[in-house]
């Protein structure tokens, strides 16, 4: 005899679950009791990652589903959980006591409309005393959503909060990766990058009920965090620094290959600051190629999606086309060495003229390094689009 097909559940909300016996009765209690004042059809659902202080007991006691992750991880219980999830919508939050479980409603009405994320922000719904320590309030939180904003186009104010609805099918569809706290970054980056409808809504949040210090490590989780933005997005990793050093390194070299530059009364640069201005050039434009290839390889490997725009830069900057513009440029550099040579065989091979020689040296010997890196960076980006083309990208 078959087993009846499960019914249509709109609804499943989601636990994390390690070692949460403390708090984890209550969190099912209240999530059950919504799920029943509403009238919605759900199941609650705990994604145990381990825990050996009965807390699988506790839930399966209160008729909620319990899914064993083998893998340890905050992102590897939410990735398994919602996996398993039966509901359309998966509203998602700590088994901790801190987020409310009785007002889910906001969520899943804005998943109804058709939003594929929806975050909570404890910033607008409001943080009770001792909820969040100042550090995260203030400092952490704030900044990281900053660059998660400034990096992704997120609509998200409260970029870690970790009360959030989404769209099931959605959400297995992005292929997420990681496997610890980085695990809610990825979700809301990978989402934005390929255009998932983000939503947002209050949500409160309350000091947990546990005895003993959370899972969250604030500096360890809080450089995890950053890592992945930066790992994400190369433009800000790689392009932009390394256009700003480049472009401010070519600038003073201009100013200061005639002669010395007093840019203010009192203040006079010479010689060093133009071994400084290109050195500058050199790790701007080293930057930048880094930056391009990380994007080609990312696309290649389906880390990112394709960008239409990248796509017209890749075809205008061609193979032949960056190797010719290398070639151009070690050959003015061998040029300007040639010339510093010649000078020195006037002297009969003795002492130079310091600022002169300087002048001429600095300047070929960094083209020279530049036209390396460029003919290097034709060839390297020929073999992402290998890749590429041969089916591995997306």
Known sequence: MTEPAPPDIELTILMPCLDEAETLGDCID????????????GEVLIADNGSTDGSQAIARVRHARVVDVSRRGYGAALAVGVAAARGRFVVMGDADGSYDFANLMPFLERLR?????????????GIEPGAMPWLHRYVGNPVLSFIGRLFFHVPAGDFHCGLRGVRRDAIAALDLRTTGMEYASEMLVVGALNKLAIAEVPTTLRPDGRSRPPHLRTWRDGWRHLRFLLIYSPRWLFFYPGLAMLSAGILLTLLLLPGPAEIMPGVRLDIHTLLAANVAVILGLQSIIFGVVARRFAEASGQIPSSVRFARVLKAASLERVFLLGVLVLIAGFTGAIVAVARWTETGFGALEYQASMRVFVPSTTAIIAG??????????GIAGMAHTNGKGT
């Open 30 to 41: 209240e999530a059950q009791a919504f799920l029943i004042r509403s009238g919605i059809t």
């Open 113 to 125: 409309a058709g939003a594929d994320i929806v975050m909570g922000n404890r910033f607008q719904g």
């Open 372 to 381: 390396f890196q460029l003919t290097s960076c034709a060839f390297l980006l």
